[in-house]
Nanobody, 127 residues
Framework: QVQLVESGGGSVQAGGSLRLSCATSGVTVIKNCMGWFRQAPGEEREEVAAMGRDGTTTYADSVKGRFTIAKDNAKNTLYLEMNSVKPEDTAMYYC?????????????????????WGKGTLVTISS
């Protein structure tokens, strides 16, 4: 059984920073493809950032240069560093992991490939 638990969400003003964490437990998935996704009210869920098994990363155009995905294998934790946040970053943020065999390259780390999902952490950015 895999568990992903997000934390670090909250309310901040535009221009500020947040660091989201995703603690993983159960079957080890931290070395699998993993990603951060978000869903704003009334919108579809979208990919924010992802990391392949080889450590390569990809970002949505809207967050490039502002967000950084990283992980600590020893702590089985995935992070999303969010800087220069904007009101349009307001959303529920989810972390997700693919199965070991289901993904290698970051280009494969799509929502459809993600098998395990956390329950999300809410991020609210005020102007």
């Amino acid at each position: 059984q895999v568990q992903l638990v997000e934390s670090g969400g909250g309310s901040v003003q535009a221009g500020g920073s947040l660091r989201l964490s995703c603690a993983t437990s159960g079957v080890t998935v931290i070395k699998n493809c993993m990603g951060w996704f978000r869903q704003a009210p009334g919108e579809e869920r979208e990919e924010v950032a992802a990391m392949g098994r080889d450590g390569t990363t990809t970002y949505a155009d809207s967050v490039k240069g502002r967000f950084t995905i990283a992980k600590d294998n020893a702590k089985n934790t995935l992070y999303l560093e969010m800087n220069s946040v904007k009101p349009e970053d307001t959303a529920m943020y989810y972390c997700a992991a693919a199965t070991w065999a289901g993904c290698y390259y970051v280009s494969d780390a799509t929502q459809a490939r993600m098998r395990y999902w956390g329950k999300g952490t809410l991020v609210t950015i005020s102007s």
